[in-house]
């Protein structure tokens, strides 16, 4: 079946690093991948996304692009600030379907 | 637009007794999703509703769960009788009908639920 696998944490960096997180899938067709962001004490959000193989989603700072010839999506950030300290989940959207394949997460913590 | 609502954001009970977690979607979402998080088990999809009708519960852990959508505004989640291992936190999140081919996930503030 579907799935996703991203790198465990917690990743902690200094303030104005660089950022990746890996992500790899498993998906059957041509799903639609996403990363999620969840700040403490909240749900998830949408960070960015990415419908079809090589496109790029980027908002905030963060990109990632659709490898659909090494299914990965990989989340960067060239300068990470404290307040990008949440918890990062990679997920996918089933091709034709509603449900929502998400990774187990990866913390982040950015030293000031 | 208010967003995904749940209530109550906090609710604390004794083992044993019938906890209601409520959601109210995105008006136009057609899609419902009830997910529970905890730190050992992650995030976990219970059940998904469309068009108000439940389409996979897999995931509800037990009968002691169940979950309803009477109208396209409102959804519940029960759990009757509760147990200490059903604390986590509960969200409800809601999906567009169409949003470009793609189906990103709206989520509420989520439910803390402390069963003691």
């Known amino acids: 079946g579907n799935s996703v696998t991203q790198m465990e944490g917690p990743v902690t960096l200094s303030e104005e690093a660089f950022l990746t997180i890996n992500c790899t899938y498993t998906?059957?067709?041509?799903?639609?991948l996403f990363w999620y962001v969840q700040y403490p004490g909240e749900g998830l959000q949408l960070l960015l996304k990415a419908t079809k193989a090589d496109d790029k989603g980027s908002n905030k700072g963060f990109e990632a692009t659709y490898r659909k010839e090494t299914t990965s999506f990989h989340l960067e950030k060239g300068s990470v600030q404290v307040s990008d300290s949440a918890v990062y989940f990679c997920a996918l959207s089933e091709t034709g379907g509603f449900k929502t394949i998400f990774g187990a997460g990866t913390r982040l913590f950015v030293k000031a | 637009d208010a967003g995904v609502i749940q209530s109550p954001r906090h609710e604390v009970t004794e083992m044993g007794q019938e906890v209601t977690l409520r959601c109210k979607p995105i008006s136009g979402h057609n899609s419902l999703f009830w997910y529970r998080q905890t730190m050992m088990r992650g995030l976990e999809l219970l059940i998904y509703?469309?068009?108000?009708?439940?389409?996979?519960d897999s995931g509800m852990p037990e009968d002691r769960f169940s979950a309803k959508m009477p109208n396209a505004s409102f959804s519940t989640l029960k759990i009757q009788p509760s147990e200490p291992r059903d604390s986590a936190v509960y969200f409800c999140?809601?999906?567009?009908?169409?949003?470009?081919?793609?189906?990103?996930?709206?989520f509420g503030p989520g439910t803390r639920l402390t069963v003691t």
């Open positions: 998906a059957t067709g041509y799903p639609s």
């Open positions: 999140a809601s999906t567009p009908s169409t949003s470009g081919g793609s189906y990103e996930q709206y």
């Open positions: 509703f469309n068009n108000n009708v439940p389409i996979d």
